[in-house]
């Protein structure tokens, strides 16, 4: 059985910001993986470049740290060549839904098996404040003294419109809830994605924890259908907002699980590793003479 | 002798590459050594193609100047190519799509009209077909027998069935017959076959065979000319040999999905051109960092930006060597021929893998797209001596025993030993960032001396083991060229028609761009009359890289950047003025 001591390291700790909700996404999902039973040699956690993508240095399983924008593509290429480990692609918004937004489509389109956690806090966090793609419209601060005009991205609709098989959105303020969702996205034989709204504490002064707790619904309480595509984005178009609201306004913020759907995915669709995963295959001794004879 | 080249020139989509790739199997199997070269533009239909195959009953190396037989499918053809035809030469047409002038040609010129639409009408074939017919006249002026060009018909278009096969044989031998009836006077170049066993490859197929050859389990390939003919081959027989390819959305994607292949156990390559490379640049340096093994395919062509993306260069090799933030070891091979492609591919896998870093086959359109004749046994023989050697990649039982693993131990060769995803005990971090021992980011100033010194031992722990460049011809011969890539070929021509001359030559052909062959190049530098560097691009990229490593200056240098591969003539024009001066 593998236990939460199995998964700390002993040589550091995380060095996020007091409050950070990086923390809440941290415990969820070696709860997860706990509760999952996963060896955590089998275990790899691919990120990228944000505060969010030091979390494999925290985690005693498999990790790679590559680029700003790029762990989806390492972590297709490691779910390829070895089917039987389990993927997660941790990143933030920046990562997933700006530099890297165009491996996330394709991505979701294959339904490669990932996981993938996006640490979505609103915010460039670790380059002091600007604004990511998520940043709501009309924010300003000290980065950006004019208000945001761009629409937000919303990534569940983006998602469920590239064809990600397993949509939802969490909330770094519900452990239990993250915890749930993370086990749920990783059991699911496809492209899953958690969309988990993670307030920053130090540069994000508008969409705070006790903000969000004052928006958040869940949408298993509400009778939400997540077999139902058109219903999911409808749920999805209820925010982030494409305008600005008036004073006395309040948005609801859905969270849960929008969608999900059985498709195959790419693995199944591979045909050379169906037997067995590439890595457990011989490469020696290849004979390519009839290949060599016919050039001939 | 037999020295015979032919040119069939058309617009794109009437089949060109096909026809002309299927000439080069027809002089292939009469044992003839075989160069074929193709220019094209970058579009679909229309446009001019042209492909030039030259067949001789000694070995040759490249194409040349002078065409003994033209195939014009349209009159553009003419108008492009009627200069290069030779004295005695022929020109193949269909009088009723292409006029010629009788001033166009001189006397000596046979011109064979040959109705090759109304054939294609007449043996119940599409129009498209006009290049079926061409193959097969072309045959009967310099061969008496069709049944080398049935047999090849029968191979290539045997998976297509029967019918195919049969709408093939009909209008090539309509128009074999057709000039067999027709044509006098005779054609004065006739072909007689040798009992040479020769295969027909291009680079690009030969680096895919030696990937394959290699172990290779995983590609990502976003398309690009001139590395198209690597994914193909690829593809082709990923299922028997149970490779993986994917084509990823763009290059960056392909790169990283490489990468993560490769960290999780698998040997992987990616191919592109300099624009995807450019792409991918950051990413290489990614992998070096990470220590993750991987093969990066660059195939050059004229830039920058889109350039001139069907034609070649030599215009990429300081960018290879230098692509990416940071210093970091690479290995850079730039083959000759496509022999040396596949020896080169093989031998980069396992550089890759023993040195745990990227290792980048720098190759051109030229060398790529052109098919050449190799002995069967030559290419057998490398096949049957290569040993897949996996460096310090840890089996299962040596990592399950370890208590306190570190992926990026600090030894004394810089060769940490590897565990991959999967396996008990090797539990460990691959990071972007500077790390330590254990993978984990460090800022410390002691730790970043130490792991940039430990990434660049592996390079000092390769080059013991690299071989020196090669050097051919004459020790005492008054001119050393000095050259790289794909100029082996047009120079190893003009050597051998120099040689006939009684004019020797010395070639000193450098493989090795990085780590760079100093003492070997310097020593040969220092015993040489004049020195004389070829390269295909503007500034002399190599020739800089040959001051800067050994503090000489060549005498002279022949570059060239039209877009074109050097003609064997004009590298002999310049050495004899060179040996004038």
């Known amino acids: 059985m593998t236990e939460l001591k199995d998964l700390e390291i002993t040589y550091d700790k995380p060095n996020w910001c007091p409050g950070c909700g990086d923390f809440g996404v941290w415990i969820s999902l070696k709860n997860a993986i706990v509760s999952l039973n996963l060896n955590p040699w089998e275990v790899v956690l691919v990120s990228g470049i944000g505060c969010s993508s030091k979390l494999p240095y925290w985690v005693k399983t498999y990790g790679f740290n590559g680029l700003h924008g790029r762990p989806m593509p390492v972590a297709e290429g490691i779910k390829l060549a070895n089917q039987g480990l389990t993927v997660i692609v941790i990143g933030g918004d920046g990562d997933q839904y700006g530099e890297g937004a165009n491996h996330l489509i394709h991505a979701a389109r294959r339904n490669i098996d990932l996981t993938v956690m996006v640490h979505n806090n609103q915010i460039y966090g670790l380059t002091t404040g600007q604004f990511s793609p998520t940043t709501d419209i009309g924010e300003k601060n000290k980065a950006n003294p004019n208000p945001i005009i761009e629409v937000p991205l919303n990534p569940i609709a983006l998602a469920l419109s590239a064809g990600a098989t397993f949509v939802a959105r969490g909330f770094a303020g519900d452990n239990k809830q993250e915890t749930q969702l993370i086990t749920e996205g990783v059991k699911h034989k496809g492209f899953a994605i958690i969309d988990t709204m993670q307030p920053c504490v130090t540069f994000n002064h508008k969409n705070t924890f006790s903000w969000f707790y004052e928006r958040v619904y869940k949408l298993e309480e509400e009778g939400h259908d997540p077999l139902n595509r058109i219903k999911a984005f409808e749920r999805a178009e209820e925010w982030p907002l494409r305008k600005v609201l008036e004073q006395n306004q309040k948005e609801r913020i859905p969270t849960g699980i929008f969608y999900k759907e059985d498709r195959s995915t790419w693995e199944d669709a591979t045909l050379q590793i169906q037997k067995a995963p590439l890595v457990k295959q011989s490469m020696e001794n290849r004979d390519i003479t009839p290949l060599l004879r016919e050039l001939m | ?581």
């Open chain 2, 1 to 581: 002798m037999t020295d015979l080249q032919w040119l069939i020139g058309g617009e794109a989509g009437y089949g060109i590459v096909t026809t002309g790739v299927m000439m080069s199997k027809i002089f292939t199997r009469l044992g003839l050594s075989v160069f074929d070269y193709v220019e094209y533009p970058s579009l679909i239909r229309g446009g001019h193609n042209a492909y030039y195959v030259r067949g001789s009953d000694n070995p040759i190396f490249s194409q040349r100047k002078g065409i003994d037989i033209l195939v014009a499918l349209n009159k553009d053809t003419i108008n492009k190519h009627k200069d290069e035809v030779s004295e005695n030469g022929a020109i193949i047409y269909d009088p009723s799509v292409t006029k010629v002038e009788p001033q166009e040609f001189s006397p000596s010129i046979l011109r064979v009209e040959v109705p090759l639409l109304e054939i294609t009408k007449k043996v119940g074939a599409d129009h498209l077909m006009i290049n079926t017919v061409a193959i097969g006249a072309s045959l009967a002026l310099f061969y008496s027998d069709f049944g080398v060009l049935q047999k090849i018909l029968t191979d290539v278009f045997g998976k297509k069935g029967e019918k195919v096969i049969q709408e093939n044989l009909n209008a090539s031998k309509a128009g074999f017959d057709y000039v067999k009836t027709h044509s006098a006077p005779p054609f004065k170049k006739q072909v007689n076959a040798l009992k040479q066993q020769n295969l027909l490859i291009s680079a690009a197929e030969a680096v895919a065979l030696g990937a394959i050859r290699a172990g290779l389990q995983f590609a990502a390939i976003y398309p690009m000319t001139p590395i198209n003919g690597v994914m193909t081959t690829i593809v082709q027989n990923a299922s028997t040999y149970g490779i993986v390819v994917k084509e990823p959305e763009d290059e960056i994607a392909g790169i990283n999905m490489a990468i993560g292949a490769s960290f999780a156990g698998a040997r992987s390559l990616v191919a592109t051109s300099g624009g995807g490379f450019s792409l991918m640049v950051e990413s290489l340096g990614l992998a070096a960092q990470t220590e993750v093994p991987l093969v990066v395919v660059e195939g050059m062509r004229p830039g920058p930006a889109t350039g001139m993306p069907t034609w070649t260069e030599q215009g990429d090799v300081r960018f290879v060597l230098h692509a990416a933030q940071g210093d970091f070891p690479r290995i850079v091979i730039a083959p000759g021929d496509a022999e040396e492609a596949f020896g080169f591919t093989m031998t980069a896998f396992n550089l890759a893998e023993t040195y745990q870093l990227p290792v980048i086959l720098l190759v051109d359109k030229y060398l790529m797209e052109s098919h050449a004749t190799v002995p069967f046994e030559n290419l057998s023989s490398r096949a049957d001596s290569f040993r897949i050697e996996r460096g310090k990649l840890l089996r299962d039982e040596d990592v399950a025993v370890q208590t306190d693993y570190k992926r990026y131990a600090l030894v004394e060769d810089g060769i940490s030993p590897r565990s991959i995803p999967g396996q008990k005990g090797g539990i460990g971090l691959a990071g972007s960032d500077e790390h330590d021992e254990h993978g984990l980011y460090s800022e410390d100033a002691h730790m970043r001396v130490s792991m940039m010194d430990k990434r660049f031992k592996k390079l000092d722990s390769a080059i013991p083991h690299i071989p020196p460049p090669d050097l051919y011809g004459d020790e005492k011969a008054p001119v050393t060229i000095v050259s790289f890539g794909s100029t082996k070929m047009p120079i190893f021509e003009a050597m051998s028609s120099l040689a006939r001359e009684g004019i020797a030559i010395r070639f000193l052909k450098v493989s090795y761009l990085n780590p760079f062959p100093t003492e070997a190049v310097a020593s040969t530098m220092k015993d040489s009359q004049k020195t004389l560097v070829i390269e295909n691009n503007k500034t002399g990229q190599f020739e800089g890289l040959i001051r800067e490593y050994t503090g000489f200056s060549v005498s002279d240098h022949l570059r060239k950047y039209d877009g074109r591969p050097f003609y064997p003539e004009e590298i002999v024009d310049h050495v004899k003025t060179l040996l004038k001066k």
